[in-house]
């Protein structure tokens, strides 16, 4: 392969270099691997400098998103119920058992919280709301889109499947399109940055296998018109996944504390899948999520077997074989701890959080919120450049979202941002960040002039290889 990098400019690459690989003098990376094992104490060591280096940022409540929970206690307690299940491996539940026990009450527990006691059919009937653990929001969205695809070949004999999703879905079904070959129709939103319905009818055609609403979507924090979806969907016979991976465990708790939630789950009838992840507001560790379907037929697409190989009898209901167990028991253990009392509190605390940071947005001059959402939301300016103010908010410590088509910010809130003056000092911040690049328009350096960039590049295979060297440089030494 002599392929060369089509943009060859490893300067833009600077700023990326040093904010991924920060440690280079002070721990030397190891190239191979060391001759004689390193002693556990000095490992211990170097593991416990980088935690420290790297935890105040999320745990005094700068980063959006990321870690949803991070109390102390609440991390202490997930890892304990890790480290007694750390060797379990649910590929093996012939050895741990305890895997699916802990697994199919995930998935019951998130389903009865989606709406699965309000369908006709029970739990763990062969038409109740049934589903898998899997190992985040991209994995459970991808096994859904591998079901659609497997599902609609064997019952309507399509071999040209298309999906039709909105602009705001989650990048992960653009990876399920190229990694499954589903061509996909990108429909656009309306004025409250939310599904346009009559796009999303005229987009439909015989080949369709799904539609895509979310509850929320990540760029804006919006809620799609997934009544009309739904009814849609009915209408054509075809399948219906609601995205949940970030609204699944906030907006059913929003809507028992009062909030004005439109139906977004299984109560629709026309829903036949959902995402939804236990490891944003569900407060589990990171890497795990659950995928949920209407009735177990649907689901059957999703598993994997194979009857002749020397190896055995071999099945796999999600992506990876051998997965880890103790993430699933402490995923588990987040649900039973936090309980119904739990996820209220927390989600009332993160409503007030929000509500002083949308407020303080909407109060600086300048500064507009996208569309009317609940919790996570997204802001842009009208005249400064947002992207010198998503740096100036980084050299003020804080780690936001640049979002693009229009040029935003988003934040997602979480406990983080729950703790005495947090929400103030973003405001705060963020007031400062705007009259900075107000006095000071042309500043140079940081991320805005590789947004800038990539916004003006109107060949987007040269944007496509610019994120495959960011990569290449996530992977240097
Ligand atoms: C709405 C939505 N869907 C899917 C995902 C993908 O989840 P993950 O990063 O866990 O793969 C996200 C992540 O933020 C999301 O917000």
Known sequence: MTDQPMTGNLDLFEPLDQMMHPYRDQFPPESKLPAKGRPREAILEEVEALRSLEQSRWEEGFASGSVYHGDYEHIEFLNKVYAIQS???????????????????????????????QTDAPLGSEQGICGSVSSGGSESILLAMKTYRDWARDKKGISEPELVLPESAHAAFHKAGEYFNIKLNVTPLDDAFRADISAVEKAINDNTIAIIGSAVNFPYGTIDPLEEMSQLALKRGIGFHVD???????????????????????????????????????????????????????????????????????????????????????????????????????????????AIMQQGVEGIEGLRILGQ?????????????????????????????????????????????????????????????????RANPNAEGGMAPIYGLAASIPDRSIVHEMLKQLMDVYYRL
């Open 373 to 437: 959402p609940i919790g996570v939301f997204a802001f842009t300016s009208d005249e400064l450049d947002i992207y010198q103010i998503m740096d100036q908010m980084s050299a003020r410590r804080w780690a936001l979202t640049g979002l693009q088509r229009p040029a935003a910010l988003h934040v997602s809130p979480t406990l983080r941002q729950t703790g005495p003056g947090v929400a103030e000092r973003f405001v705060e911040d963020l007031k400062e960040s705007v009259a900075f690049v």
């Open 87 to 117: 060797q379990a491996n649910q590929l093996h539940a012939d050895i741990w058992p305890s895997a699916a026990k802990f697994e199919s009450e995930i998935v019951a527990m998130t389903a009865h919280m989606l709406g699965a006691g």
């Open 244 to 354: 949940g991976c970030l609204g699944g465990f906030f907006l059913p708790w929003a809507e028992k504390l009062g909030r004005d939630v439109p139906k977004f789950d299984f109560r629709l009838p026309g829903v036949t899948s959902m995402s939804c992840d236990t490891h944003k507001y569900g407060y589990a560790a990171k890497g795990t999520s659950v995928v949920l379907y209407r009735g177990m037929a649907l689901r059957r697409y999703q598993y994997f077997t194979t009857s002749d190989w020397p190896g055995g009898l071999y099945y796999s209901p999600t992506f990876s074989g051998s997965r880890p167990g103790g993430l699933s028991a402490a995923c588990w253990a987040a649900l039973v701890s936090m309980g119904e009392e739990g996820y209220l509190t927390a989600t009332q605390k993160i409503l007030d959080a929000a």
